[in-house]
T-cell receptor, first 111, second 116 residues
């Protein structure tokens, strides 16, 4: 069964800290992996997309890595800010085209 | 560029009634997806259109759910008759054709459906 797990479920950090969100998936035959951000009452915003042949992607203070063989991805957020507070979702795409989502990590960055 | 638009944003109906959700994808996006998040669970796939054709509807819960995408533009998702367990947030997403480098999925804000 294709499953995605995110750890931790919730995280609270002081402003300025670097942090790592973890994602693991059971079936390593992925097409790509995406990290999304969701703010309360809003839709999902795609942050980073990593193709199966890639090891990492970077956008500003965000860096996502992918280790397909071990079924893991991490999202690294540098110098966190209160505006980073949101739920972060990891989703894996297989060749069927549909995304399998994790339950998300809810991040709170305290000023 | 307009994003993925969904309406209504909220819908409150009674058990047994019918509700129709609408999604307008980004112009030019062939792929259109419906996803759902029920309380306390992860977001789950419902179905996938490529233009006007249903590519994969393996996630549709039962035959009370009917999705259409006439003309390959906007899509509707009808629930008839609605049951209590249908409550949740229904998301629509779109992307360009597979095989391009730009395969990011763009999501709408969702429709919060409450069945009482």
């Amino acid at each position: 069964k294709q499953e995605v797990t995110q750890i931790p479920a919730a995280l609270s950090v002081p402003e300025g800290e670097n942090l790592v969100l973890n994602c693991s998936f059971t079936d390593s035959a992925i097409y790509n992996l995406q990290w999304f951000r969701q703010d309360p009452g809003k839709g999902l915003t795609s942050l980073l997309l990593i193709q199966s042949s890639q090891r990492e992607q970077t956008s500003g203070r965000l860096n996502a890595s992918l280790d397909k063989s071990s079924g893991r991805s991490t999202l690294y957020i540098a110098a966190s800010q209160p505006g980073d507070s949101a739920t972060y979702l990891c989703a894996v795409c297989y060749n069927t085209g549909k995304l399998i989502f994790g339950q998300g990590t809810t991040l709170q960055v305290k000023p | 560029e307009a994003g993925v638009t969904q309406f209504p944003s909220h819908s409150v109906i009674e058990k047994g009634q019918t509700v129709t959700l609408r999604c307008d994808p980004i112009s030019g996006h062939d792929n259109l997806y419906w996803y759902r998040r029920v309380m306390g669970k992860e977001i789950k796939f419902l179905l996938h259109f490529v233009k006007e054709s249903k590519q994969d509807e393996s996630g549709m819960p039962n035959n009370r759910f009917l999705a259409e995408r006439t003309g390959g533009t906007y899509s509707t998702l009808k629930v008839q008759p609605a049951e209590l367990e249908d409550s949740g947030v229904y998301f629509c997403a779109s992307s360009q054709a597979r095989g391009t480098t730009n395969e990011k999925l763009f999501f709408g804000s969702g429709t919060q459906l409450s069945v009482l």
